[in-house]
T-cell receptor, first 112, second 114 residues
Framework: DAGITQSPRHKVTETGTPVTLRCHQT?????MYWYRQDPGHGLRLIHY???????DKGEVSDGYSVSRSKTEDFLLTLESATSSQTSVYFC???????????FGDGTRLSIL | GNSVTQMEGPVTLSEEAFLTINCTYT??????LFWYVQYPGEGLQLLLK?????DKGSNKGFEATYRKETTSFHLEKGSVQVSDSAVYFC?????????????FGQGTELSVKP
């Protein structure tokens, strides 16, 4: 299995609070991704990174920011969480070229 | 643009039944195609892949053939088991892929009854 660790695995927080999710990889892969998964919507890309300090927006980036200061870590931040951001968040990694992505086990985030 | 369409679920089958989950795509040129499986409470796992027309991907008894003429990549298994109950996602990687992004279908839930 690809070495991907997401933390925390579960989190409950209140509307308006900041939240940071962490994705850590041990594969030295170039690309890292954050998705959210919601019933009826499948997987939707939030942000992705193609290298240290190189990131770009996905299809549902509003309300989220990311940072990648090291190859192995990709952080997703909700600056001021809202109930609509209650979801399961997945991190994924991939190498160069048309490679498959490998996924972490997800973070279940509930915002009350 | 690029897109993936999967048959809607849930699909409910009896053990040992034949499975087909349809997947069609829209893309320029020859994308790479993938099937992922997600078991309850887990992340997505790569099930199989195909990178060019007429390729057949296979794994754990599942198969899918890359059909350029029908722009399809249907997932099949001859005899399903209860342990195959999961959500299955079809995905493509565009030919000129910036950022290694994948385009996912909506997912098809499979439930296999004993």
């Amino acid at each position: 299995d690809a070495g991907i660790t997401q933390s925390p695995r579960h989190k409950v927080t209140e509307t308006g609070t900041p939240v940071t999710l962490r994705c850590h990889q041990t594969e030295n892969h170039r690309y890292m991704y954050w998705y959210r998964q919601d019933p009826g919507h499948g997987l939707r890309l939030i942000h992705y990174s193609y290298g240290v300090k190189d990131t770009d927006k996905g299809e549902v980036s509003d309300g989220y920011s990311v940072s990648r200061s090291k190859t192995e870590d990709f952080l997703l931040t909700l600056e001021s969480a809202t109930s609509s951001q209650t979801s399961v968040y997945f991190c994924a990694i991939s190498g160069q070229g048309p490679q498959p992505q490998h996924f972490g086990d997800g973070t279940r985030l509930s915002i009350l | 643009g690029n897109s993936v369409t999967q048959m809607e679920g849930p699909v409910t089958l009896s053990e040992e039944a034949f499975l087909t989950i349809n997947c069609t795509y829209t893309a320029t040129g020859y994308p790479s195609l993938f099937w992922y499986v997600q078991y309850p409470g887990e992340g997505l796992q790569l099930l199989l892949k195909a990178t060019k027309a007429d390729d057949k991907g296979s794994n754990k008894g599942f198969e899918a053939t890359y059909r350029k003429e029908t722009t399809s990549f249907h997932l099949e298994k001859g005899s399903v088991q209860v342990s195959d109950s999961a959500v299955y996602f079809c995905a493509l990687s565009p030919l000129y892929n910036q950022g290694g992004k994948l385009i996912f279908g909506q997912g098809t839930e499979l439930s296999v009854k004993p």
